[in-house]
């Protein structure tokens, strides 16, 4: 790759350029890291043994004995979020309003996200994303055991299936939401970014191999920045792992 080359990917919003890239990858170590000990944890509670009761029970006593090692744990998952969306956040100060930047375009006007904003807007969104993460936690958990029970197991494998359970949330689920929340999160900066220096237009830039309908968002930009575009999103994400981005666009001709 040339430095020409490198300089543009460097410029591309959100996940589609370097800087939103790199914070995804860092997001998602410190969800592997916590994904981590919260099995360590889990494996200690001897979930297994659960093969022996009845399908309906599990889910009931699988938030019971969950309670105390997600209250414990979530501080790391809420601090873990708190910094990536901040870093993402900060990040998006750095690339341009444009995507493709015009040659004559230099607009200075915009002084940047302030530090406190993004702190702000960071723990504003991980409070509701720690109550989420948790309930899915406990619920792929309780699914893995009364798969266990159902398929008569027994606790050898329900064990297996726990263990396989809990380690994917370490590798699939962490990249899932590391992916979707910087994402939300460079998004979301960037359409402040567009208010503050006034851009009227914005477009959606779509990921390689999206969906339809990111495809046809694409296909609709470049469109008021108060409008929605037709998957009625404002903005990326439009889904869990999406990896689109928005920018500011010229006034379409008339």
Known sequence: MNLTAIVE???RPGLLGVLGQRSEKR??????????ILGRKVAGLNLEQLAHDSPGHVKHVVEMRLH???RTTSPLLKAALEAGIQ?????TNHIHHYSE????????DYLGLTGQEAADYASQRAGPLVTGINATTQQLIADAIETGIEDMLGVQGTGKLLRDTLESMSTYRSQMIATTEM?????????????????AYKQWIAATACCDDCADNDDASP?????????G?????AHPNCRCAVAGAQAPDA
Do not use: C, W
């Open 9 to 11: 990917t460097l410029k």
């Open 27 to 36: 997001l998602q170590k410190g969800l592997e890291a916590y994904f981590h």
């Open 68 to 70: 105390n090692t997600l």
């Open 87 to 91: 870093d993402a956040m900060l990040k």
């Open 101 to 108: 930047a015009a040659e004559d375009d230099t607009s200075t």
């Open 183 to 199: 994402n939300d999160a460079m998004s979301e900066a960037m359409m402040r970014k567009l208010g503050s220096i006034g851009v």
């Open 223 to 231: 469109i008021p920045i108060d409008e929605a575009f037709p998957s």
């Open 233 to 237: 999103d404002m903005r990326p994400p």
